[in-house]
């Protein structure tokens, strides 16, 4: 196994506030980690920071090797390798489910029209969503719209997906669907990083949890130490609230 | 006084009086007269150019005696020999300017008084001195011997002043003129005649120890000579001879038949330099200054209407005023109407170019640009030569925007009337006249037919006075400055044209039609310019950076917030005279409607982009999309379906404001309106034809945009 991502003492301030206050992370490839943590503790930024959606204020992110914090590196060709799920899965309203899927390979030169589309439509059967290559956007479920999302992300052959709260903007009944196709992700092999207040699918799925408070990261470590004995009071605070509820 | 005679002059009142003898011979029987005259006592005795014995007081004499029917034999011996010849009985009587005095009561028997006089103050034509009062320690000329000499001493004293004295008229008058003196007196017709005949002086106190000049013969003898005198001078009164007499002298000062009377004259509005207000709302100009010098001239009165051309014209013709004095032209037609006096201004259409213009002749303008005004005959001129000559006519409605669009180098020239344009040069234009003045038409005094003969006669007897006398010269070059001659003509729209909207269309419809086409052709390549611009400068306002940011911040900001009609005169007359290349009009109206409507057609770029979830934008640039192509292919296809309402009533505004464009002169819809009415006046069904022609294709616009935003919504 080798170090697919490597954080070191990453630092992200907005004007004064400093949201990310040092962070240390190592990914291994084909790893699943997922990030819990409390509202407003810098999940999102830190994620936002791998695939510089996010400049990161000090310190540095290698991905493969690259230092992407490094202001000659060219993010475009860094992203194609890194998928991104948004919690509103921000599917282009202007396109067609198929031309969304479809907009990043042919642009971005990697396939003709025919390959992209043929792409599509197996990436689309894999999200369960074969029959919706030609439907609009909003015709969409909300659920359905994520699995799509998912595919846009998956049609760029990355190595590592980022999810930020994947689930969160669901109807519950629609939740189920979008793990599964995670799960089956992760089971292929994904390097994956998951922000998510889903814990069954932290325990199921996850290779290593991380807890994220206040830009820091407090404790790591399997779903079982973090779930079955965690050590950090915030932690066990945190946990408390997420499961009583 | 040199009493001297050259023998030719001897030669010639020999001849003229034995040329009378042969007149009077007719009348053998009756007795001839010897009377004695002063040598030179203008205008009242002395030898005209052809050596010629004339003046009031020879003139009087022989008309009364030709009344009588007795013979004169008139010798300028001199005044002193004159009298002294009376006195010793050589002489039957002597007519010589002699004042009527206790004193010379006593030796000799007067006539009638035949002419009143009075001593004046006259000063330097340029001079500010006008009461005694300015005198105070000042000198003053006097001639020798004069009742004007007497007077000045007798108020020496109390004013302060100092004395020179000159034996002769012509030096003393000279000691003004050239500023040793400020100031010289001398008896009111002598002072009157020698400015009338050119002195470069001016009276200004009234007539003071006026006295009367009679007819004098020694006490006693020839009561029957003084009576024949008094019967003949009553007689030439009373036919008009003396008055005649003395107006060639003097100017008929003493016009008896208009004398105090009050005229109402009519004039137009505004027509500088014959007629407009001052600053003091005083109406002022050629052609008022004229009407009350000659009124003051004759001994009349005016009131002065500006009614406004056509009014006044109309006021006389109903009899509502007397006369009309207008920059109107003599023209054929209108004396079928009016009674015109002598012509006293000849205008013309000229060209004129900037100061440091090349331009010389009409053939120097081919390919190049003319600059007229609304209305005017340098506009009808231009446009019958535009032709010929192969230039462009571009319209303004105001002079000063025509002015500047030659000096600012647009227009290689412009075209108007002569005195307008001097006056307009004298006013500080930096133009410079360049052609002689072409199609001259007369200006004329008009009264209406057969009315009011008085007054035009007095009209044309002062104007003759005060071409002689050089106020005439005066009055013209305070407006025009020197070197003036000229005028111009009013242009009426022609009567016989059809006045219904069905006519005024059929009249007008090319011009219409290619004031359309030009309002269309100005919106459609402002709205792509302009289009370009803002959607240039909207995206600066969206990218990354904050330097672009700014930069379109305040590109929207300074010409959103710009008043178009500033903008549009900064780049057409600003933007040539800092960088010294001229813009044609066409070009600066795209430039302006361009910064005006891109700068909203901006505003909306970067509104419309902004209302795009920027979630759209992350996803995109997460996939590895560089931001032009994630711009391109999913932020502006959303961003425009938003925009489209605003660009369809971009388009619109860009249409009506293509109508402040007038400004420049651009000959489109408005433009077109404005010179159509200045021609025939008919502002409101020409301003329904407009406005119609505008609402229609608008209309047509807005279905077309409608059905552009149903598609692109589907
Ligand atoms: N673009 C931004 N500008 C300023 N502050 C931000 C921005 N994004 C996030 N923050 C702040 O950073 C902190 C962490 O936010 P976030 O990373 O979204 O937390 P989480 O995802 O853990 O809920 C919050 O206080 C938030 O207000
Ligand atoms: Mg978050």
Not at chain 1, 11 to 21: D, I, P, R
Not at chain 2, 113 to 124: E, I
Request: hydrophobic letters at 40%; one cysteine or more.
């Amino acid at each position: 196994m080798s170090e697919k991502v490597k954080v070191t003492n990453l630092v992200k301030t907005f004007g004064t506030n400093e949201v990310l206050k040092g962070i240390n992370l190592t990914v291994q490839d084909n790893e699943v980690v997922v990030i819990i943590g409390p509202s407003g503790s810098g999940k999102s930024t830190l994620l936002r920071t791998l695939n510089k959606l996010e400049e990161p204020t000090s310190g540095s992110i290698v991905i493969d090797n690259t230092d992407i914090a490094n202001k000659n590196v060219n993010m475009n060709t860094i992203r194609e390798n890194i998928g991104m799920v948004f919690q509103h899965f921000n599917l282009f309203n202007n396109l067609t489910v198929g031309e969304n899927i479809m907009l990043a390979p042919v642009e971005l030169k990697k396939e003709t029209k025919a390959e992209a589309s043929k792409q599509a439509k197996q990436l689309l059967d894999t999200v369960g969503l074969k029959e919706k290559f030609s439907a609009r956007v909003q015709s969409l479920s909300g659920g359905q719209q994520q699995r799509v999302a998912i595919a846009r992300a998956l049609a760029m052959n990355p190595d590592i997906m980022l999810f930020d709260e994947p689930t969160s903007a669901l109807d519950p009944e629609m939740v189920g669907d979008v793990l599964e196709v995670m799960k089956d992700l992760a089971k292929k092999g994904m390097t994956m990083i998951v922000v998510t207040h889903e814990m069954g699918f932290a325990k199921e799925v996850a290779d290593r949890v991380v807890f994220v408070d206040d830009g820091q990261i407090l404790e790591q470590g399997t779903p079982d130490q973090i779930f079955g004995h965690p050590k950090n009071e915030r932690l066990r605070d945190f946990l408390n609230k997420i499961l009583n509820v | 006084m040199k009493h001297r005679l050259s023998k030719p002059l001897r030669w010639v009142i020999f001849g003229v009086a034995f040329l009378m003898c042969l007149i009077f011979s007719n009348t053998a029987q009756a007795k001839t007269y010897q009377i004695g005259t002063d040598v030179t006592y203008p205008p009242f005795e002395f030898a005209n150019k052809h050596n010629q014995y004339v003046g009031i007081d020879i003139d009087i004499m022989n008309a009364i005696a030709k009344e009588e029917g007795f013979k004169v034999h008139i010798k300028p011996v001199g005044f002193n020999a004159a009298v002294q010849a009376v006195q010793s009985g050589q002489e039957d009587g002597v007519i010589a300017g002699m004042t009527i005095t206790p004193d010379r009561q006593a030796k000799f028997d007067f006539g009638t008084p035949y002419y009143k006089t009075g001593v004046v103050m006259a000063v330097a034509k340029n001079s500010r001195i006008s009461s005694f009062k300015q005198l105070k320690g000042k000198r003053v000329a006097l001639k020798t011997g004069t009742a004007a000499a007497d007077y000045a001493n007798s108020i020496k004293k109390k004013y302060s002043f100092k004395t020179v004295t000159f034996d002769d008229s012509d030096n003393m008058y000279q000691d003004v003129t050239t500023g040793n003196s400020v100031a010289c007196f001398e008896d009111q017709p002598v002072m009157q005649y020698g400015i009338k005949q050119g002195l470069k002086l001016k009276i200004v106190s009234k007539p003071a120890n006026t006295g009367w000049y009679g007819f004098a013969v020694k006490k006693g003898t020839n009561r029957a000579l003084i009576s024949k005198f008094n019967a003949g001078l009553k007689k030439i009164k009373a036919n008009g001879t003396y008055d005649r007499i003395v107006g060639k002298y003097l100017g008929s000062k003493t016009n008896q038949a208009v004398k105090g009377k009050t005229f109402t004259i009519g004039t137009d509005v505004t027509f500088p330099p014959f007629e407009f207000a001052n600053k003091h709302n005083k109406y002022v100009g050629i052609d008022m200054d004229l009407i009350r010098s000659i009124a003051n001239e004759q001994g009349f009165k005016v009131k002065i209407k500006p009614l406004g051309f056509n009014a006044a014209v109309q006021a006389v013709e109903s009899g509502q005023i007397d006369g009309v004095i207008a920059g109107m032209s003599i023209t054929n037609a209108r004396k079928k109407q009016f009674d015109f006096s002598d012509p006293y201004y000849t205008s013309g259409v000229v060209m004129a170019v900037a100061n440091n213009g090349k331009v010389k002749s009409l053939s120097q303008l081919r390919g190049k640009k003319v600059a007229v005004k609304t209305g005017t005959a340098g506009a009808d001129y231009a446009n019958s030569l535009k032709k010929k000559y192969g230039f462009t006519v571009t319209t303004f409605d105001d002079s000063n925007n025509m002015y500047q669009d030659v000096v600012t180098g647009n227009s290689a020239a412009c075209f108007e009337d002569q005195p307008v344009m001097q006056y307009a040069i004298k006013q500080g234009t930096k133009l410079k006249i360049a052609t002689k003045p072409a199609e001259s038409a007369p200006y004329g005094f008009a009264v209406k037919r057969g009315q009011n003969q008085a007054l035009l006669s007095a009209f044309n007897n002062g104007l003759k006075d005060l071409k002689a006398s050089g106020t005439y010269d005066d009055i013209k070059a305070k407006y025009l400055g020197t070197g003036g001659s000229q005028a111009s003509v009013k242009s009426t729209g022609s009567s016989t044209e059809d006045r219904s909207f069905i006519g005024l269309i059929k009249q007008n419809k090319g011009a219409l039609l290619s004031g359309l086409q030009e309002t269309m052709w100005l919106t459609v390549v402002s709205i792509f310019f302009a289009t370009i611009f803002g959607v240039i400068v909207g995206l600066l306002g969206v990218v990354p950076g904050k330097a672009f940011n700014w930069l379109s911040s305040i590109l929207i900001y300074i010409f959103r917030g710009m008043p178009l009609l500033v903008l549009a005169l900064f780049i057409y007359t600003g933007i040539p005279s800092l960088t010294g290349e001229k813009i044609p009009a066409f070009v600066a109206g795209v430039i302006t409607l361009t910064f005006n409507e891109g700068a909203y057609i901006a505003a909306f770029v970067k509104g419309g982009i902004e209302a795009v979830d920027p979630g759209q934008m992350e996803a995109a640039r997460s996939l590895g999309l560089p931001f032009g192509k994630s711009m391109r292919k999913v932020i502006l296809p959303q961003g425009i379906r938003i925009m489209i309402p605003s660009f369809i009533n971009q388009f619109i505004i860009t249409l009506k404001d293509t109508s402040i464009l007038s400004i420049i002169g651009l000959l489109e819809l408005t433009q077109t309106g404005k010179i159509i009415i200045a021609r025939n006046l008919e502002g409101f069904k020409v301003w329904t034809i407009v406005a119609l022609m505008y609402l229609i294709i608008i209309t047509l616009l807005t279905w077309l945009s409608n059905w552009v935003q149903r598609r692109t919504n589907v």
